[in-house]
Structure formats: C-alpha cells, structure tokens
C-alpha cells in the first residue's frame, strides 16, 4: 500500500480560512443548480432559493451535515478481484486518461481521430500496465469515430471491461447515459443488489466554474447516488478566467462547487460515495488557453488534498497533463513534476497520464512513459526504511573498507525493494546505446507498446455476461432510434 501526504503548502488555520470563505460564499451568493430534482431537494431541505434563476442558497448546517453522512472511504471492486482498490487514507493510485476525441497513431506518428479499435487497445494497454489501477474509458468520450454519438458511451464502457480486468469508469453525463453504464455494471456484477454491495463502476460530475451544477451532470450525481455507487464530483476552474486568479480563491470556490455538489449527493441519497475532486488549473493569460502543466496545477493538486484530508474525504487530482504536441522535454518535465506533486500530497485517484495538448489528445507512447514516471513515484512514496536489517552494521563492518558488496545475500535481498528499475530509460554507455540503434525514448516506448498488443491477452468477459452486455447495447441502439426517428 502506497501512501502520500508528506507534501503540504497550507497550515491549518489557512484551511479553517478557506472552509470559512466556502460557507460564506455558499450561504451568501449560492450555487446555480439546472437539474429540477436536486434543486427541489435543496429547496426542500431548507435551503434559499430564486426559483426564476435556479439559484440555491445552502446554509452551513446543510453542507457540514452532508460531510458527516459521507463515507470516509470505499471499495472498487474489478473484475479480476486482485485489481480490487480501497479508496481512503492518502493512498495513491494512477488513474490514465483513455477517453479523448483525437489519438496521435502509433505507426505514422500523426493526429486523428481515436475510433472503436483505438479505445481496445488503449485499454489493453492500460490494463497491462502495471502501475495504473483505475481506468477512464470510452464511456466519458462524446464522439467516438465511427460510432453515433448517441450510443458512444455504450460502445466505450463495453470496449474497457472487454479489453481490461481493473475498475473501468463509467459516464454520468445525463440521465440515459448514466443508467445505461449502471445498466451494463450490474450485468457484470450478477445483479443489482450485487452492484450496491460490491460496486465495480464510479463516475466523474463536474460542477461548471463559476458556481453552477448543470442538469447531465448532476442527473449523474442522482443516478448513481441511488445505488451508492461512487461519484468523483470535480471541479474544473482556471484562475484568472472561471476563479480568480489568486490560487487562495480559487480554493474558495472550488470548494464551493465541490461541497454544494457532495451535498447535493449526500441529499439524494445518504451515504454515498462520494470523492473530492479538482480538475483545477490556470488560464494562460497569453494565449488565453488552459494550462493543465502548469505548476500552479500542482500547487492546487497538494491543496486540493489537503482540504478533502480536512474532511476526511476521498480525494481526485491530476498530473501527467501537458500543453506540449509531442513527447519532448517540455512534456517530460511537466508530466514529471505534476504526477510528483499529486502523489506526493496523497491524492487518491490521480487522472491525466497519457496524454498531450492540453489533454486533447491521448497517446500510445505517452501511456507507457507515464506508467514509468508513476512507477518512479512508487519509489517515492515508499521512502525509506530505517531498522536494523537496513542499516545494515554488521554488514559493513564485515565487508569493510575497499570491498564491495556486489555478492552479499543482502545486496540480492534487497535489490528489488530498495531500486526502481526502469524499463525505458537507457542507463547504459553511449557505446552500447548507438550499437543498440541510438534509439529516442519514444522509439524504445513505441517498441513496447506493441509488445504488449501483441503479447498481452486480458482474461475474456464470462460468456453468458458477453451475450447480455451485448444484448443491453442493441437495446440502447434500438432507444436512440427511436427517439431519432420521432
């Protein structure tokens, strides 16, 4: 088990200072909630309301009893049970990005749009990679080429639990939608009451920045609710566009979008899982773009999991994105420092490796360079460890001085748990590497992301659970006929 929390920016009465702001802001100027059903909750539990404008006042009292019925951790459960991930405590797990309109191709090394068979072999990829244990997928994608957009995330969602044995992601972007993949989950749980008990599917909502919870999204948050089925609910602002730009409040109203949505949850349905979640970030105020690279996306990352810890809540971040087009120095530094920082904070869920441009783009190189950059904040995050067998005394004074330690038991013992050992990054003399072809390290990722396609075969869906999946599909094909046709 791998922890983080060693990296932290804000004491504790900087923390207090941003709850504060939050209940005011909450209680004062209030949230825009677009869905009828959780705007009537609110409204019904004693928040203030401008019905005209779909705006929410929500009391203290409301927000802090919605922290309480929260629970403080949970379980994903996949569907090879030694992928199974308990969600709580700091512990850090990577969480790649599969789901993208555009993929850079693997052999031509040129942008297009991803389709049905790219979506297979990503999360074929993703599944064999061995430091990523959540997986994103084609479900959150609204267009995938060659696929009608109405019944995408039907086509995504049944591509990852074909092709992966992890906990795969399903949408929440409208009511359909969402229950179409809770649908397709409870299949793969046995039943309904299975999927409750043992959930093997969670969703992400996203507040819109500044202060509003739209109707898809929040429909997601209801839908999934009534299962107690796990809700990442994550706020996306960008200081200086949708937050201010002082980092301070941004946290403020982060927080803001993020609580009122836990509570929104917490209304529909108490006891829900729920994580709290920061997609947030800074506009770059030159090109007037996000900028999810940035090191002020770090600094939000620690601070986002150090408040959600305040709350004792389950946290979701990012690292791993760049504004870079391709895999040069600039991805690599910002991919590298990001990822360290979340995981180093002790966010839970860790989204965003494998792609590029803005994270408008995934790539086949970029998922395994991100494994190993994950792989390097393993090390990380394992630290240390000091006792007697480590320091190892009588070990040195046994070798003593001008020996070396290249045949002790102890060198072997150890070798594993004490050294990462990479599988891309060239160690070896300039010599050795131009006799091996001089090769970049995106031709030495490139050659193993197709030794995986080729050699890496995922155990297959249960036959009777492949006929059914396949039966829900045809079932939501023949719905969205219908209603096109009306």
């Given at each position: 088990?791998?922890?983080?929390g060693?990296?932290?920016?804000?004491?504790?009465?900087?923390?207090?200072?941003?709850?504060l702001?939050?209940?005011?802001?909450?209680?004062?100027?209030?949230?825009?909630?677009?869905?009828?059903a959780?705007f009537?909750?609110l409204?019904?539990?004693?928040?203030n309301?401008?019905e005209k404008k779909?705006?929410?006042?929500i009391p203290?009292y409301?927000v802090e009893?919605a922290?309480?019925?929260?629970?403080?951790?949970?379980t994903?459960y996949?569907?090879?049970?030694?992928?199974?991930?308990?969600?709580d405590?700091?512990?850090v797990y990577?969480e790649?990005?599969i789901?993208?309109?555009?993929i850079i191709d693997?052999e031509?090394?040129?942008?297009r749009?991803?389709?049905?068979?790219?979506?297979?072999?990503l999360?074929?990829?993703?599944?064999a990679l061995?430091?990523?244990?959540i997986?994103h997928?084609g479900a959150m994608m609204?267009?995938?080429?060659?696929v009608?957009?109405?019944v995408?995330?039907?086509?995504?969602y049944?591509?990852g639990?074909r092709?992966?044995?992890k906990v795969?992601?399903?949408?929440?972007?409208?009511k359909d939608?969402?229950?179409d993949?809770i649908?397709?989950?409870?299949?793969?749980?046995?039943?309904e009451?299975?999927?409750?008990?043992?959930?093997?599917i969670?969703t992400?909502?996203n507040p819109?920045?500044?202060l509003q919870?739209g109707k898809?999204?929040?429909?997601g948050?209801i839908?999934?609710?009534k299962?107690?089925l796990p809700?990442d609910?994550?706020?996306e602002?960008q200081?200086g566009?949708?937050?201010?730009?002082?980092?301070?409040?941004?946290?403020?109203?982060q927080?803001a979008?993020?609580?009122?949505?836990?509570t929104?949850?917490?209304?529909?349905?108490p006891?829900t899982?729920?994580?709290?979640g920061t997609?947030?970030?800074i506009m770059d105020?030159?090109?007037a773009?996000?900028?999810?690279?940035?090191?002020e996306?770090?600094l939000?990352?620690v601070a986002?999991?150090q408040?959600?810890?305040?709350y004792?809540?389950?946290?979701r971040g990012?690292?791993?994105?760049?504004?870079s087009k391709i895999l040069d120095i600039?991805?690599g530094?910002e991919k590298?420092?990001?990822l360290l920082?979340t995981?180093?904070?002790?966010?839970n869920?860790?989204?965003?490796?494998?792609v590029?441009e803005?994270a408008?783009?995934?790539?086949?190189e970029?998922?395994v360079?991100?494994?190993?950059i994950?792989?390097m904040?393993?090390?990380?995050?394992h630290?240390?460890?000091?006792e007697?067998?480590?320091?190892a005394?009588d070990?040195?004074?046994k070798?003593?001085?001008?020996?070396?330690?290249?045949?002790e038991?102890?060198t072997?013992?150890?070798?594993?748990?004490?050294?990462?050992?990479?599988?891309?990054s060239?160690?070896?003399t300039?010599e050795i590497w131009?006799?091996?072809?001089?090769?970049d390290?995106r031709d030495v990722?490139k050659?193993?992301?197709r030794?995986i396609l080729?050699?890496?075969?995922?155990t297959p869906?249960?036959?009777?659970?492949?006929e059914?999946?396949?039966k829900?599909l045809k079932?939501?094909e023949e719905?969205?006929?219908?209603?096109?046709?009306?």
């Amino acid at each position: 088990m791998i922890k983080g929390g060693q990296l932290k920016f804000l004491t504790s009465d900087q923390i207090y200072d941003i709850h504060l702001a939050t209940l005011d802001v909450l209680e004062h100027t209030g949230v825009n909630v677009y869905e009828s059903a959780a705007f009537n909750l609110l409204k019904d539990s004693g928040a203030n309301v401008d019905e005209k404008k779909m705006l929410v006042k929500i009391p203290p009292y409301l927000v802090e009893e919605a922290i309480r019925k929260s629970p403080r951790g949970f379980t994903l459960y996949a569907r090879d049970p030694k992928y199974n991930l308990r969600i709580d405590d700091r512990r850090v797990y990577f969480e790649p990005m599969i789901g993208r309109i555009n993929i850079i191709d693997l052999e031509t090394g040129i942008r297009r749009r991803t389709t049905l068979k790219d979506l297979e072999a990503l999360m074929k990829l993703a599944n064999a990679l061995e430091y990523y244990h959540i997986l994103h997928s084609g479900a959150m994608m609204p267009h995938i080429e060659g696929v009608p957009d109405s019944v995408a995330h039907a086509y995504g969602y049944l591509a990852g639990v074909r092709n992966a044995e992890k906990v795969v992601k399903g949408t929440g972007r409208g009511k359909d939608k969402a229950r179409d993949c809770i649908r397709m989950a409870t299949v793969l749980a046995g039943d309904e009451e299975e999927l409750i008990k043992k959930p093997n599917i969670f969703t992400t909502c996203n507040p819109i920045s500044p202060l509003q919870h739209g109707k898809e999204q929040t429909e997601g948050i209801i839908e999934y609710g009534k299962h107690k089925l796990p809700v990442d609910i994550a706020s996306e602002p960008q200081a200086g566009a949708t937050a201010p730009i002082t980092l301070a409040g941004l946290l403020v109203q982060q927080n803001a979008e993020v609580l009122s949505g836990i509570t929104i949850a917490q209304l529909a349905n108490p006891g829900t899982p729920v994580v709290y979640g920061t997609c947030g970030t800074i506009m770059d105020m030159r090109s007037a773009l996000i900028a999810l690279g940035t090191i002020e996306t770090g600094l939000i990352n620690v601070a986002t999991a150090q408040i959600s810890q305040y709350y004792g809540l389950p946290s979701r971040g990012t690292g791993g994105a760049t504004e870079s087009k391709i895999l040069d120095i600039q991805a690599g530094y910002e991919k590298a420092l990001t990822l360290l920082m979340t995981g180093l904070a002790g966010i839970n869920m860790v989204f965003y490796p494998g792609v590029l441009e803005h994270a408008l783009t995934i790539c086949y190189e970029a998922l395994v360079i991100d494994n190993e950059i994950c792989g390097m904040i393993h090390r990380v995050l394992h630290g240390i460890d000091v006792e007697d067998a480590t320091l190892a005394t009588d070990l040195i004074n046994k070798v003593g001085p001008g020996g070396h330690y290249l045949r002790e038991r102890h060198t072997i013992k150890y070798l594993e748990k004490e050294q990462y050992m990479p599988k891309l990054s060239d160690r070896q003399t300039r010599e050795i590497w131009e006799e091996r072809g001089s090769k970049d390290l995106r031709d030495v990722a490139k050659e193993r992301v197709r030794a995986i396609l080729k050699e890496h075969q995922p155990t297959p869906l249960d036959k009777d659970a492949e006929e059914m999946l396949m039966k829900v599909l045809k079932e939501i094909e023949e719905r969205e006929l219908k209603i096109k046709l009306r």
